[in-house]
């Protein structure tokens, strides 16, 4: 008898848990419940392009059930606005920032000075970050490029570094992703 792996999926959603299950697994077997505050959707295989655009989910790797719940409300932790869907798989050595303890994460002078950014801010430094291009977040963010430097000096001045190096870019988006830790 062959066992196939089963692949777990942690779920934040107003719609009901069973209808998002459906949509992700309409052709299978799937199990869905509340657990610890998320949804679990459980089934052999998850089809990430079927979750509704406001639901958030994280998506373990097959395997054992155990691990691949963990991995899961992992992956929801790095979900954002402009990622709703993580698979655990994608996070590679990023899942290594699940693991820092929160007051760390907390106490580190770049999260704090993100968490003292305006909203529209921690959104242009997000879609720069996502995109690594001026132009292109300014495209995201339907503003013209020159407000988007603009932004984009005001955060490098509250962070202290200069985005515009790779040193300064890695260190903005671990500082952001952290955050994003803290408030997922």
């Given amino acids: 008898m062959v066992i196939s792996?089963?692949?777990?999926?942690?779920?934040?959603?107003?719609?009901?848990?069973?209808?998002?299950?459906g949509l992700v697994c309409p052709s299978r077997p799937v199990k869905s419940?509340?657990?610890?505050?998320?949804?679990v959707i459980m089934a052999a295989t998850i089809d990430p392009s079927g979750f509704p655009a406001d639901v958030c989910a994280g998506i373990g790797s097959g395997g054992s059930p155990d691990r691949s719940w963990r991995e899961a409300r992992t992956a929801l932790r790095f979900t954002t606005p402009?990622?709703?869907?993580?698979?655990?798989?994608?996070?590679g050595a990023m899942a290594l920032l699940a693991q820092i303890p929160v007051d760390a994460m907390r106490d580190?002078?770049?999260v704090a000075a993100i968490a003292c950014l305006s909203a529209e801010d921690?959104?242009?430094l997000d879609a720069y970050c996502t995109t690594g291009s001026?132009?292109?977040?300014a495209d995201v963010l339907h503003r013209h490029h020159s407000s988007v430097?603009?932004?984009?000096?005001?955060?490098?001045?509250?962070?202290s570094?200069?985005?515009t190096t790779p040193a300064g870019l890695t260190r903005a988006r671990l500082a952001l992703t952290a955050w994003h830790l803290l408030n997922n």
Avoid: I, Y
Wanted: aromatic share 0%; proline share 7%.
């Fill in 108 to 110: 580190n002078a770049d």
């Fill in 5 to 21: 792996p089963l692949c777990v999926a942690a779920v934040r959603s107003a719609l009901p848990l069973d209808k998002v299950a």
């Fill in 149 to 159: 430097a603009r932004r984009l000096d005001q955060v490098a001045r509250a962070l």
């Fill in 134 to 137: 001026l132009r292109r977040a």
């Fill in 82 to 91: 402009r990622r709703p869907v993580v698979h655990h798989d994608d996070l």
């Fill in 33 to 39: 419940a509340p657990l610890d505050g998320v949804g």
């Fill in 122 to 124: 921690v959104e242009t």
């Fill in 161 to 163: 570094t200069d985005l």
